[in-house]
């Protein structure tokens, strides 16, 4: 009975050792961007294109960089009002409002119950209309990958626990 638990003994107390000697990296969340263009097709701006980037971070989805050009006028992060970055199941877009003095506009997200594209609606001189926004995942953006240190640990863990009881068998 006492030799059962010396082995176990053994086995937590090198499972314990393994966990602490094992530096690990914490998880930083991926910074994730999207290039957008903004294709309008009512008002006076219609037939028109504009295009912007966005970037925000994955564990939060707060907006961290905005670039929008429009009607000569460079929009930054510091112009958005509430911006959400707007996922259900997939990207379905970004939410969020720029009121300047002269200029009003919004993005709203996608809708695909009812097959609605992501829109861009705009307020110039009293005036409404609206556009399509199409968005495109950069190519450059990190996917994130879980840490390898638990599959480690718990090989390491094993193999220290299995040579403990063979060596004691021999």
């Known amino acids: 009975m006492t030799n059962i638990f010396k ?9 314990i050792l393994s966990f602490a000697v094992i530096n690990t990296n914490p998880v930083n969340a991926a910074s994730i961007i999207y290039d957008f263009e903004v294709s309008i097709d009512s008002g006076s701006l219609a037939g028109e294109t504009y295009s912007g980037f966005f970037e925000f971070d994955d564990s939060n989805l707060s907006v961290s960089q905005f670039s929008f050009d429009f009607e000569g006028v460079n929009y930054t992060e510091d112009d958005l009002i509430d911006p959400e970055v707007f996922f259900d199941d997939q990207f379905l877009g970004l939410i969020s409002d720029v009121i300047d003095t002269d200029v009003k506009f919004s993005f709203l997200e996608a809708v695909p119950e009812i097959d609605e594209p992501a829109a861009f609606i705009y307020f110039i001189d009293g005036q409404e209309a609206a556009g399509d926004i199409t968005y495109t995942l950069r190519p450059d953006t990190p996917v994130s990958t879980p840490e390898p240190t638990a599959v480690f640990s718990l090989l390491a863990l094993g193999a220290v626990g299995c040579s403990g009881v063979l060596k004691k068998r021999k």
């Open 7 to 15: 082995k176990l003994s053994f086995v937590a107390t090198s499972a």
